[in-house]
């Protein structure tokens, strides 16, 4: 392999995201801003211990419910040539291709994971096998620019 990825694929350096993951934490992020917000508001005072303070803090477990759900919906890896940024629930890290040996998926995973030249492993949820074949291609791609742009590729010619 030269030092380009597969040249079938449209754009190599096209972002991961996850698409069914992606789309139901959408789902929750509105559907618990609407639900806890519309309970806040309608409330019946039941006596004097429901007041304001109490509305507001039910909205705030609302409001926390969509910022955990919208930082799942956020999940992204982005390659460029220099290296990989992942984007993953709790943190994101940025690595350079020499340091990605080999990605795994397959098992009972959920979602991709690199091998790093430091012996440890660092999971991508920018793709996960819920995306059916759409996980697998995408697997694929990261698996060629890690080929192309990884620990062997130093000494291929471009």
Same mark, same amino acid.
């Given at each position: 392999?030269?030092?380009?990825? #597969?040249?079938?694929?449209?754009?190599?350096?096209?972002?991961?995201?996850?698409?069914?993951?992606?789309?139901?934490?959408?789902?929750?992020?509105?559907?618990?801003?609407?639900?806890?917000?519309?309970?806040?508001?309608?409330?019946?005072?039941? #006596?004097?211990?429901?007041?304001?303070? #109490?509305? +507001?803090?039910?909205?705030?477990?609302?409001?926390?419910?969509?910022?955990?759900?919208?930082?799942? =919906?956020?999940?992204?890896?982005?390659?460029?040539?220099?290296?990989?940024?992942?984007?993953? +629930?709790?943190?994101?890290?940025?690595?350079?291709?020499?340091?990605?040996?080999?990605?795994?998926?397959?098992?009972?995973?959920?979602?991709?994971? +690199?091998?790093?030249?430091?012996?440890?492993? +660092? !999971?991508?949820?920018?793709?996960?096998? !819920?995306?059916?074949?759409?996980?697998?291609?995408? =697997?694929?791609?990261? =698996?060629?620019?890690?080929?192309?742009?990884?620990?062997?590729?130093?000494?291929?010619?471009?």
């Amino acid at each position: 392999m030269s030092g380009t990825p #597969d040249p079938g694929s449209a754009d190599p350096f096209a972002p991961f995201r996850p698409r069914r993951g992606r789309v139901v934490a959408l789902a929750v992020v509105w559907t618990s801003l609407l639900i806890f917000g519309t309970i806040a508001v309608i409330m019946p005072d039941q #006596d004097g211990r429901w007041g304001p303070a #109490d509305r +507001l803090m039910l909205f705030g477990v609302g409001v926390v419910i969509a910022a955990l759900a919208w930082r799942y =919906a956020s999940i992204v890896a982005v390659p460029s040539r220099s290296g990989l940024t992942i984007r993953n +629930l709790l943190l994101t890290r940025t690595l350079e291709w020499p340091e990605v040996v080999g990605i795994q998926f397959g098992g009972g995973e959920p979602w991709v994971s +690199l091998d790093l030249l430091d012996g440890d492993t +660092l !999971a991508v949820m920018a793709i996960q096998k !819920a995306d059916g074949e759409v996980a697998d291609h995408e =697997a694929s791609r990261l =698996a060629a620019l890690v080929e192309a742009f990884g620990e062997g590729a130093e000494g291929r010619p471009e």
